[in-house]
């Protein structure tokens, strides 16, 4: 049932498959009032989901909730990154990164801000089919291999999910029994969940957001009007997580 379930969700967090439905609903109405209707509406849902403009008014106020902190260079610090930026082809041993790379990349430079700073990496796998490779493993041996101490770097592989992130990073920082302050790495359009989830385990955090579905340079004038299928399949992303809080809402994960 479940499996089902999420199957469905996935489906629905795509807005172009939301106009299909209204055309397969149309073509099946009687109604002919209500078949034009539903025309409509999946024309009507289109223009606004692949406006790129209105996806960006969206998106900064959603993203724009944490800025980038100013660091110390005297502050040590444990660089929290979360999982979800790659997978590793297991004949072959090759990583993929995916966009959600910069999560990573943007925790580099902090890590050598002081030579005191951690990385913590938190990500096992969320496949249900078959085993693989925990992300934070193979991870952990990227950064071994572009000669980062393997003694800076602490990862749990167990976690599948989020709030799992938060417990089991939780567990690591308690151990260190240290002074640092906690670093929160991943995306912006994720951080809102994030953070909730840490701060529910009453972790504290510094949110650092990385990689912004807004677009970092001035919209052109086209991008008021003409409709982008790039705009159009990015919603899914938003969509996606608006509905993972509010099932954590639900679950009291947050």
């Known amino acids: 049932m479940f499996f089902i379930l999420s199957k469905l969700l996935s489906f629905l967090v795509y807005p172009f498959n939301w106009s299909l439905l209204l055309i397969i609903s ?14 409509i509406g999946a024309i009507v849902n289109l223009i606004i989901f692949s406006n790129t403009a209105f996806f960006q008014l ?11 902190p100013k660091l110390s ?17 297991e004949e072959t041993q090759q990583i993929s990164f995916n966009q959600a790379a910069d999560r990573l990349l943007q925790a580099l430079p902090i ?13 096992g796998t969320a496949n249900i089919y078959f085993d693989e490779t925990p992300e934070a493993e193979y991870i952990l041996r990227y950064l071994e291999s572009i000669n980062i101490d393997q003694s800076n770097i602490l990862f749990e592989s167990k976690s599948r999910n989020t ?22 790495i991943t995306s912006a359009f994720h951080m809102t969940r994030a953070k909730g989830c840490f701060d529910k385990l009453n972790i504290e955090v510094i949110p650092f957001p990385t990689q912004p579905l807004r677009s970092l340079t001035p919209l052109k004038p086209l991008d008021y009007i003409l409709p982008s299928i790039n705009t159009l399949n990015t919603w899914s992303i938003l969509i996606k997580e608006w509905l993972g809080i509010t099932m954590y809402w639900f679950k009291s994960y947050l």
Do not use: F, H
Request: aromatic share 10%; net charge positive; hydrophobic share 30%.
């Open 26 to 39: 149309a073509q099946l109405c009687k109604n002919k009032k209500v078949r034009r209707r539903l025309r």
């Open 58 to 68: 969206v998106t900064t106020k959603w993203e724009t909730q944490y800025t980038i």
């Open 73 to 89: 260079i005297n502050q040590p610090y444990n660089i929290i990154v979360l999982g979800g930026y790659s997978n590793m082809d």
């Open 111 to 123: 890590y050598y801000l002081n030579d005191s700073n951690q990385i913590i990496i938190t990500g």
């Open 163 to 184: 709030y799992e992130n938060a417990i089991y990073t939780g567990e690591i920082i308690d151990s260190l029994n240290s002074t640092r302050q906690n670093i929160l």
